[in-house]
């Protein structure tokens, strides 16, 4: 398969270059290094030592003997995108290429403006050349589960049936997302699924829950091969965060009284359900939906998890809510559907006390790269 990875240098893009990369796949990573400058803005890093882009595909190389052809290129730039589909004519493009952090998305209109514009204008991008040079290549596209929020019914996978004042149809489910960072998801779902319709693409959404997890079976090779990972208060992620903070005696930093509920998934599982989904192409004219997560917590359930994962290995990690800086419900109804990737074949890696261990080994190792200054919540929704 010919395989394009949008957004190919970032925490999730990289690892599945490799993982396709590995498989015998033919592999072009695009990326514009926006998440490395993002770091350089706010003055913060990744835990994770992690390489130059041309120096990971080197030494790529160099371990796996393959190759991952790489370009810099800033998929808002329509002309440089349409002639690197044009040339590369992809089977399959996944696309990462995207601002990923809610709180980044609400520090101000600026950034609440460069994420909307960043990811609205590269998916849209992306659409007019599939539709003008790759009609049948399939993209598959990361969402966020983000972009249902918490309603008081139970989330399907993408569309819901209808029955009203007597006649029914199925149409694509209520949005209520939580931050303009999802709401640019949404948006993109909404030309995503008008491009299926009218000019007749295929397309997969994939509503992704929260990712953890540091390695997966490439990444795990060599330390030239590690991908980002971050604990900071825009770009970390809750679990991935109280890891941290266990390792470095900061409190876990509950928000709220964290019976907020979310879907969660290992890294691997992404790349397992991004392999699964790009495999198995969407029809002419489909925008596929599935769900990807494997578990659902509340954030207090996986604070808990860590704690005591850290505690029997001797740190002293305790758990400190604080007032929440979002707006966003704790307390509520949460039922999400995630059968389709299931169907599909994907193998659930459960969270375990054993894999929060290995996480907070590999934490430990680079625990002197931690700013403290970067972990406290700081960005307010208000
Ligand atoms: P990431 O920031 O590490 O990776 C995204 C990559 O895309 C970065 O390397 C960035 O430089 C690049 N990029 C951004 N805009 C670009 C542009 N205009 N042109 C070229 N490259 C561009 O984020 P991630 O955590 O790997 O997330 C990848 C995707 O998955 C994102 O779309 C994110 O919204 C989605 N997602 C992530 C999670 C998670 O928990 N990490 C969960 C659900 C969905
Ligand atoms: N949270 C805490 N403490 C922290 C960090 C977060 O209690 O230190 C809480 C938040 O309030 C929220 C939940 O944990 O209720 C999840 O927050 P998060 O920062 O881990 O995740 P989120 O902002 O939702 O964004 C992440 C990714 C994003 C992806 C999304 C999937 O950054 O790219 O789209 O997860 S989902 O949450 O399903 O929308």
């Known amino acids: 398969m010919r395989i394009l990875v949008l957004g190919g240098d970032g925490y999730l893009g990289w690892p599945t270059a490799m993982h396709f990369s590995r498989r015998g796949d033919d592999v072009f990573v695009v990326d514009n290094f926006t998440r490395r400058t993002g770091h350089i803005e706010r003055g913060t890093d990744s835990l994770t030592p992690i390489s130059p882009l041309m120096d990971r595909v080197a030494a790529w190389r160099q371990i796996a003997g393959r190759d991952i052809t790489a370009e810099v290129v800033d998929i808002t730039d329509f002309t440089r995108l349409r002639s690197l589909v044009k040339d590369f004519a992809p089977d399959t493009i996944v696309h990462y290429g995207e601002i990923p952090s809610a709180p980044y998305s609400m520090i101000d209109r600026d950034h609440a403006w460069e994420t909307q514009r960043n990811n609205v204008e590269g998916t849209l991008n992306l659409l007019f050349a599939m539709h003008e040079v790759a009609p049948d290549a399939h993209l598959v596209k990361l969402g966020t589960m983000g972009e249902y929020g918490t309603p008081n019914i139970d989330i399907e996978e993408g569309y819901l049936d209808i029955d009203h004042n007597g006649r029914t149809d199925r149409l694509p489910f209520p949005k209520l997302p939580g931050s303009f960072y999802h709401l640019s998801k949404v948006h993109d779902s909404h030309n995503i699924h008008f491009a299926c319709r009218v000019w007749g693409l295929r397309a997969t959404d994939l509503n992704q829950g929260v990712v953890y997890g540091l390695h997966t079976d490439e990444t795990e090779l060599d330390d030239r091969l590690l991908t980002r990972f971050d604990y900071d208060e825009v770009f ?39 392999e699964l989904a790009s495999r198995a192409p969407a029809a002419a004219g489909e925008m596929r939906v599935f769900n990807q997560f494997t578990e659902a917590f509340s954030v207090m359930e996986l604070a808990s998890e860590v704690c005591s994962a850290a505690n029997s290995l001797g740190y002293n990690a305790r758990i400190e809510h604080c007032v929440n800086p979002r707006v966003e419900l704790e307390d509520h109804y949460y039922n999400p559907t995630h059968t389709g990737l299931l169907q599909l074949g994907l193998k659930p890696r459960l969270l375990s006390e054993e894999l929060i261990e290995t996480m907070l080994h590999t934490v430990e190792r680079f625990k002197d790269r931690v700013s403290l200054r970067a972990i406290a919540p700081a960005t307010q929704w208000r």
């Open 236 to 274: 970390g992620t809750a679990l991935n965060r109280f890891c941290v903070q266990s390792v470095i005696g900061h409190p876990i930093t509950v928000y709220g009284s964290g019976s907020q509920q979310r879907g969660f998934l290992n890294i691997r599982d992404t790349l397992q359900c991004v």
